[in-house]
């Protein structure tokens, strides 16, 4: 799934909606402890659900409906064929909200009393279904499904750019059951759809699979039936209904002698095409590029393609994305999904990792391999840039928050900062054959299922043969960046590094990582990796070349780290004007003084802001001191240090 951020992000900065959106995050989050295990030892969920919904098996979902785009009304006949995987099942229990009504339904063709309430439709069976044994039920249904206009309203009824009605769907993370009688379990894929769509014939239906039948109906109606046989997640199910046209071609996979096709929906107007056109050709490129990075489209026997819907972003319906708009990121994001998402599902939404982390991450290697390593750490540098811009926040979904759809879909942390770790973990394996192996055995291991963060760690750690235990504790279930402070200098033909390291965080002590160092003399560069396992560490190496100009050293020059960082050169012992250190500068969200001098007295600290009003002020007693600059505005701020003699130094700091 993919947002306009930006534009979204000043409509609910107008509206004052409290709000931690997807591509971006305008709160801070509340801090946690996120330790891996307490995380696991509670379990996961979004709602309480009835445990009755886990004593059957869905093997087939077929949705039968009647649609109007300028009509926010459905009706219908779902029919659900499941396996009992219990004893004695004397209960059937679906999901559909209580504002939708329930005509009728069958249990293997026969009419049983049902109850429904509290969002679930309960039937109670004449006779018990033994486990292995399968059945098959139908519900008559109709209703308005409420919406609250927001991204994720289950069915939405608008009007495209040009005038025209349209409806369609997004049913993540739960809001299938806001316009279909269904079972909500991500673990619970059927094993293929039916949807067949009745509208008005002024219209076009689109949806899952393959088109196997047009049907003309009478009083000017017709019914699309749309097939497809591969397992599915209830969320990727959809129907989009509009003036469309198509717009179609066939896209190579990873041996070009073997292709998709490419099935467009778009609206029913001359403009349209020509202004889109360039980006959908897109698809073609992105569809072999991945299918080479992560092994052949998974849906390729059926099709991929896009439906027009006037929304803010896109939604990775299986094999017929949602679009909203054409853009080289949204369009390879959704495409992506296809693989991290939809043939390999987040096994619950505290791993949202799985599929937005992931896709969003595909963006980077589309740009990477299409376009330019300049322009992909452009793109990497603005995920950076928006994960330090806060000081806390986990990937992972802690379970007190999967309640909040904001918080699941959180652009920060579940896009860019889940893209941030994939990109760290590809340097620390340093070995791209491996990484991209890796990714390729995680899609067969876990094709048309699910998985964890843990599941995926697991195949990291069998291809590599190494723990990556530490990694994952500390990026994808700890919150924060590290904070560093980089010493150099160089004495004859060796340089000599001192590395310290702080947590933005309030978690824990630092980040166990790799990292680079370049050095340029004499017109040539050289990069030297490390790895920092201790928060204060010392490190040298041979380098005969004479560095004659500070700015020639360079920390993390590929940008592989999120991290705040200060890079000074000290040459012999520190000047007493150097007897402070003040870092990051600039800085985000915490400042960190430190004193380098043997502890003999007490400092006054005060800074200042440009109007000269002091903001902040503190006694610095021991060798260094942490002050949290979250609520500070950005600007330049004046910092004077003071002792008990009177001597007072002033340093300008920065706040971005």
């Known amino acids: 799934m993919y947002w306009l951020s930006y534009f979204i992000t000043c409509i609910f900065i107008i509206l004052n909606f409290s709000l931690n959106g997807q591509y971006w995050n305008n709160n801070s989050i509340e801090k946690h402890s996120c330790c891996k295990q307490a995380f696991l030892e509670k379990g996961v969920g979004t709602y309480e659900q009835n445990p009755k919904l886990h004593d059957y098996n869905i093997s087939f979902y077929k949705l039968d409906v009647q649609v109007e785009p300028d009509e926010h009304y459905i009706e219908g006949i779902v029919t659900i064929k499941a396996k009992s995987t219990h004893s004695s099942l004397d209960t059937l229990v679906f999901e559909l909200m209580d504002y939708m009504d329930v005509e009728e339904v069958l249990v293997n063709n026969t009419s049983l009393d049902f109850i429904h309430s509290s969002n679930e439709i309960v039937i109670s069976l004449n006779e018990p279904i033994s486990k292995g044994s399968y059945f098959e039920v139908s519900i008559d249904y109709s209703g308005m499904p409420e919406s609250d206009h927001n991204f994720f309203s289950g069915m939405n009824t608008g009007t495209c750019s040009y005038g025209t009605p349209v409806m369609w769907t997004l049913s993540q993370p739960n809001n299938a059951r806001q316009w279909w009688p269904c079972k909500q379990v991500l673990e619970d894929k059927a094993d293929s759809v039916h949807v067949f769509i009745t509208t008005p014939d002024e219209f076009i ?47 190579p996979l990873s041996n070009p002698e073997d292709s998709v096709f490419i099935q467009n929906f778009i609206y029913d107007h001359d403009d349209i095409l020509s202004q889109n056109k360039e980006e959908i050709d897109l698809t073609k490129d992105f569809m072999t590029l991945f299918s080479e990075l992560f092994g052949d489209y998974p849906f390729a026997s059926e099709k991929y393609g896009h439906a027009m819907a006037p929304m803010g972003g896109g939604m990775e319906h299986q094999t017929i994305s949602t679009m909203g708009f054409f853009s080289f990121d949204i369009i390879s994001h959704e495409l992506a999904h296809h693989w991290f998402g939809n043939n390999v599902t987040c096994a619950t939404w505290n791993d949202i990792w799985i599929n937005e982390g992931f896709a969003t991450y595909s963006e980077y290697l589309a740009l990477e391999h299409l376009e330019s390593r300049e322009k992909a750490d452009q793109k990497m540098a603005h995920f950076h840039n928006s994960v330090i ?31 941030a770790i994939i990109h760290l973990l590809r340097f620390e394996i340093d070995d791209d054959q491996l990484f991209f192996d890796i990714l390729k055995e ?11 963060g843990e599941d995926f760690r697991k195949v990291v750690d069998e291809m590599s043969s190494k723990n990556w235990e530490w990694f994952f504790q500390q990026w994808y279930y700890d919150e924060g960046h590290p904070v560093f402070d980089i010493k150099w200098n160089q004495k004859n033909d060796s340089i000599f590094l001192t590395v310290e390291q702080h947590r933005s965080a309030d978690t824990s002590d630092f980040f166990a990582t790799s990292f680079e160092m370049k050095f340029s003399c004499n017109n040539s560069d050289t990069i030297v990796r490390f790895f920092q396992s201790n928060k204060n560490q010392n490190f040298s190496f041979y380098y005969p070349c004479q560095i004659d100009d500070p700015s020639k050293v360079k920390f993390d020059p590929n940008n592989w780290l999120f991290k705040e960082f200060q890079l000074r050169e000290f040459i012999g012992e520190e000047t007493e004007k150097d007897h402070i250190s003040v870092y990051p500068n600039p800085f985000l969200n915490k400042l960190f003084i430190k004193r380098h001098t043997q502890i003999s007295e007490k400092l006054n600290i005060d800074i200042f802001d440009v109007t000269g009003q002091r903001i902040y002020s503190t006694i610095l007693e021991n060798d260094k001191a942490t002050i949290n600059t979250h609520k500070w505005s950005s600007g330049l701020f004046i910092i004077e240090i003071k002792d008990n003699n009177g001597s007072t130094t002033h340093k300008k700091i920065i706040k971005n």
């Open 205 to 251: 239906a689109a949806s899952n699979g393959l088109l196997t039948n047009v049907t003309d109906l009478p009083e000017n109606k017709v019914r699309y039936e749309w097939k497809s046989n591969y397992p599915i997640a209830y969320y990727l199910i959809s129907l989009a209904v509009a003036k469309y046209r198509e717009y179609n071609f066939y896209a």
């Open 389 to 419: 811009s806060e000081p806390g926040g986990s990937v992972f979904i802690p379970y007190s928050e999967t309640t909040d759809v904001w918080r699941i879909f959180n652009g920060r942390l579940s896009y860019r900062k889940g893209a």
């Open 442 to 452: 995680f899609q067969q291991i876990y094709k048309d299922s699910v998985a964890t």
